[in-house]
């Protein structure tokens, strides 16, 4: 059974895909995940502090699931291959994810502000860590990277940037700089794949053992 706090979030997510952030009402998503308002307000403290929320379980679980994929028992560079086709899938079709690994916060999406300066502890340690602010693009990159262990650190950056250059590849000109539909984004294009192969299998064949 998922707790009240991940039933609201999976709640606000469901809403998001039929309404905008600005539409969204928090005794809606109460009703929808069957708690009371004030549980939903002892959580989150407000509605900015739940889209802090959501975004900040949205960059953990990208963070879980790259830890996943590079501890497959497979080759290293393999591994980064995956990561590289799942960050373009996993962007497309979460929009808040998109958004933190691109930087770009298209309309309808909570853009979640700091917490106030001087504001109030939230009592929940959960939302303590949301409060306490969410990765810059960069640093969500950097963070993944490390996910790979010293080792194979600069080479995930290498996977998950050219991914995320295969995500904003679709922005055409006369397109107003926005993106088409995300359908679009999948599956990775081979030469992008053939590129991330390329640059591993090479150092994996090199006498130095690291990566350049």
């Known amino acids: 059974m998922p707790t009240a706090r991940e039933a609201l979030l999976d709640a606000a997510l469901t809403a998001l895909a039929h309404r905008p952030w600005s539409a969204v009402r928090m005794v809606d998503l109460a009703a929808a995940a069957r708690v009371s308002r004030q549980t939903l307000y002892n959580e989150f403290g407000s509605k900015e502090g739940l889209a802090r929320a959501l975004a900040r379980r949205e960059a953990d679980a990208f963070l879980n699931g790259a830890r996943r994929l590079l501890a497959a028992p497979a080759p290293p560079e393999r591994n980064l291959v995956a990561l590289a086709e799942w960050t373009v899938a996993r962007a497309a079709d979460r929009p808040i994810l998109r958004a933190l690994l691109t930087g770009a916060w298209q309309d309808g999406l909570p853009r979640p502000r700091p917490a106030r300066p001087g504001a109030r502890p939230a ?90």
């Open 123 to 212: 009592p929940v340690p959960a939302q303590r860590r949301a409060d306490a602010g969410l990765p810059a693009p960069g640093e969500l990159v950097a963070a993944t990277a490390a996910c790979a262990g010293e080792r194979w650190a600069a080479g995930c950056e290498i996977a998950v940037r050219l991914a995320l250059s295969h995500v904003v590849a679709p922005a055409l000109p006369g397109a107003g700089g926005q993106c088409v539909e995300p359908d679009s984004w999948r599956p990775m294009t081979p030469t992008i794949t053939s590129v991330i192969e390329t640059i591993l299998s090479v150092e994996t064949r090199s006498p130095r053992k690291t990566m350049p």
